[in-house]
């Protein structure tokens, strides 16, 4: 035990977490057939609460999810989903395929364990 | 007949404590680790605008130059390896590639020409390589590394001569090539620039000035926040994203991590391009300084991101891009020269240093 | 990994609704795609096998590959119904119009044909309709002996919550008897929002019951393998590729070629890994 007791004493330590991450974070946009239509923060989340419900019922409805940010005008969004219901989230993202009558989509544009990672994605370099 | 939808996705995230005082503190070599840098992104608290010392850091960043449609064996031209590779350390990486589909190629700084191909590359080109850790089912993506510096790879030798036949006549891999030099910057690299169509670029500088944000108290003495729960305030900050609606918390239930405190004013900086470890490490020195002086906050954070598509991750590990191929690191400074170091990776790439 | 594709976009007479189609896949990140007409002979009278349209002619100037400075590659495809075995024209100098062959069948020992017996290089799995059958384990792993795909299409469960239902059904079960080899996802989209992105469609194979990395290849690696599968079924024994010289420029020819000359073992490339 001697080494760990030195260790206490110098400032260094090292901690490594593995598939420690609690939450996963999407980026996404949503297309709607008629582009003129406009949806509120709230109304997204519902929307979104109703693919849930459609795909995995009432548990599906339950599943806790966050809209950390939402631009009005370019139907971008981040969202914030615990690592366990990623793959319920965002597979009801995928199979909504109508909203109000109309057909639409969802563009994910990027998944990470990381916030951080959602803005700085060197996908996104343009050089010209 | 159960699906289990809920698999984890996996992350890893290593936490490292140190001071710079520490005669065997590791950061310079971990930084250095990660070669390939994207983004490099400030966080000033309790500063209205960066001192000028900072400043001439942020705005003397290397230029580095993108390549169209660069032929692979170019990079082996005689004059080049003899002004840029054996002198310096050159940073070139395969731009508009990407690693979990096409053929990406990287000149690290040591020399190395790293080459991630799949099957049908790999078998034309016809040199010995490795099949990748990450192939699934199949063997359908192979790494080759050869060494430039090495003496059979010397210009006229026969490791040489092999790897410019295959290059040249049988797998004719060309693309766009991001470009860098360091100590030279471009005019090292003229011998090969002058043949081709370039362009040069400066590292962009954003500046963000932030008021009215809810920080988290940082101490030095140890995590006195939650690591994902610190990285994901940056994140918040970093994404502009406001914690205010926790009145309502229907649409969100995130808030500042508790204990937290006001800040009157931050200062959010990023560059963005090609940017070369001795330019991160020169910002960390400049940040150390700014520091020393008496400060309302005596933290100062500096997140760099690392290229999704770069073929090694840290190190020489072999990278792989299986949903977002993130890697990063998040240095947390403190006045008492004690630093936080988070560095994060997908998992199953390497581990970090 | 391979590059992704989607091997199943349906072919429809509006031209501009099919380029619309084309041009969105290709801003996913899909470097190929595969336009697919669909034959559904009935018993009694004889019915022509469609010819593709050239590509050339449908669309002037192929989209760019999102983030890539190439542009997507478009081939052709054709999918037969069969509910009868008549339906299978083996040899049919109408199937060599099309780059990849494909059948549909509906009952168990069309099904037990097609993947023991049709020289093909997909068998779709129906998503509309309950399968009026179990899959067994001895045809299927004749099929993926021989290389063959089988292929499970995402846009109805989009379009209709039943057919949600029928898809799922029908893909574990199918993916219990395959243990997820030599499995395609496609999307078949008659429009441009009924398309996914290939990390989507990815995370959509886990609802399906396929592994991470079983789901990843199911876009990219198996659809390469396919690709290589079609072009052997065009070969004798992989060896011998035979081509119209006055209709094809040399520069094509070379293309086609070029895979040909690389791989060594000409008996493993039926296989196509």
């Keep these: 035990m001697k080494p760990a007791e030195k260790e206490e004493e110098s400032v260094y330590k090292r901690v490594v977490l593995k598939n420690a991450s609690p939450y996963q974070y999407m980026k996404i946009c949503l297309v709607l057939e008629d582009e003129s239509t406009r949806l509120s923060a709230v109304e997204l989340k519902l929307f979104i609460i109703s693919g849930l419900r459609n795909l995995y019922g009432e548990v599906g409805a339950a599943l806790n999810f966050d809209l950390l940010k939402y631009d009005e005008d370019t139907l971008t969004a981040f969202l914030r989903v615990t690592s366990r219901g990623l793959v319920k989230l965002w597979s009801s993202l995928t199979l909504l395929g109508s909203y109000q009558n109309q057909a639409c989509a969802f563009r994910v544009l990027q998944v990470s364990s990381f916030l951080l990672s959602l803005t700085g994605n060197s996908r996104d370099l343009q050089l010209d | 007949m159960s699906v289990d939808v809920s698999p984890t996705p996996q992350s890893l995230l290593v936490c490292d404590r140190s001071s710079f005082l520490d005669q065997k503190n590791r950061l310079n070599s971990q930084v250095e680790q990660l070669r390939f840098n994207y983004k490099v992104s400030l966080l000033l608290p309790e500063c209205g605008s960066a001192p000028s010392h900072l400043d001439s850091v942020l705005n003397s960043f290397s230029s580095f130059c993108v390549i169209r449609n660069l032929p692979i064996y170019e990079l082996l031209d005689r004059h080049f390896l003899e002004s840029a590779v054996y002198h310096g350390s050159v940073y070139g990486l395969s731009y508009g590639t990407r690693m979990d589909e096409d053929n990406c190629v990287a000149l690290m700084p040591n020399g190395r020409l790293s080459l991630s191909l799949d099957k049908d590359s790999y078998e034309l080109l016809g040199l010995q390589g490795k099949p990748s850790r990450f192939n699934h089912r199949t063997r359908i993506r192979f790494v080759v590394s050869i060494d430039l510096t090495d003496s059979n790879m010397a210009p006229g030798g026969q490791g040489y001569l092999r790897l410019l036949t295959g290059l040249k006549s049988r797998l004719q891999l060309q693309t766009d090539f991001l470009l860098s030099h360091h100590p030279g910057g471009i005019p090292s690299l003229q011998p090969l620039l002058s043949r081709f169509e370039w362009s040069e670029h400066k590292p962009k500088v954003v500046h963000r000035s932030l008021t009215d944000l809810a920080c988290p108290v940082l101490t030095s003495d140890q995590w006195s926040c939650d690591p994902h729960s610190f990285l994901e305030w940056l994140g918040a900050v970093d994404a502009d994203i406001s914690s205010e609606n926790s009145s309502s918390t229907f649409l969100s239930s995130w808030v500042c991590p508790e204990p937290q405190r006001p800040v009157s004013q931050a200062l959010s900086v990023s560059v963005c391009g090609l940017l070369l470890p001795q330019d991160l490490h020169r910002l960390t020195q400049a940040l150390r300084g700014y520091l020393e002086q008496p400060r309302l906050e005596s933290w100062a954070s500096m997140t760099v991101h690392g290229f999704v598509d770069s073929v090694v991750s840290w190190g020489e590990n072999e990278h792989r891009v299986h949903r977002g191929g993130h890697n990063f690191y998040t240095l947390l400074m403190f006045h008492n020269h004690m630093y936080h170091l988070h560095l994060a990776s997908e998992a199953k790439d390497s581990c970090p240093p | ?273």
Excluded: W
């Design chain 3, 1 to 273: 990994m391979s590059v992704f594709m989607d091997l199943n976009v349906v072919y429809s007479a509006d031209r501009s609704s099919l380029r619309t189609v084309i041009e969105t896949a290709a801003h996913l990140g899909f470097s190929a795609v595969a336009i697919n007409y669909v034959f559904e002979p009935t018993s009694k009278k004889k019915q022509e096998i469609p010819t593709p349209v050239k590509i050339n002619e449908l669309i002037d100037q192929l989209p760019v590959v999102q983030g890539r400075s190439r542009p997507i590659r478009v081939l052709n495809r054709l999918t037969v119904v069969m509910s009868d075995s008549s339906h299978f024209r083996p040899n049919a100098a109408e199937y060599r119009c099309f780059d990849l062959l494909a059948v549909q069948p509906t009952s168990e020992k069309l099904f037990h044909a097609a993947c023991m017996l049709y020289d093909v290089d997909i068998i779709c799995i129906s998503v509309t309709e309950k399968l009026p059958f179990f899959f067994k384990r001895a045809p299927i792993n004749g099929a993926i002996d021989r290389g063959v795909v089988f292929e499970v299409s995402y846009s109805a469960a989009i379009r209709d919550s039943t057919m949600r239902r029928y898809t799922i059904t029908n893909a574990t079960c199918l993916m219990e008897s395959c243990k997820g080899k030599n499995v395609i996802l496609s999307s078949a989209a008659e429009k441009a929002l009924e398309l996914r992105g290939p990390y989507d469609v990815t995370n959509l194979g886990l609802l399906f019951g396929l592994s991470d990395g079983d789901a990843k290849e199911a876009v990219s690696s198996t659809c390469r393998a396919v690709l290589l599968h079609a072009e052997t079924r065009k070969t004798a024994s992989g060896i011998i590729y035979t081509t119209n010289s006055q209709q094809e420029a040399p520069g094509q020819q070379e293309a086609l070629q070029e895979p040909a000359d690389c791989e060594a073992p000409a008996a493993k490339r039926a296989k196509a890994t």
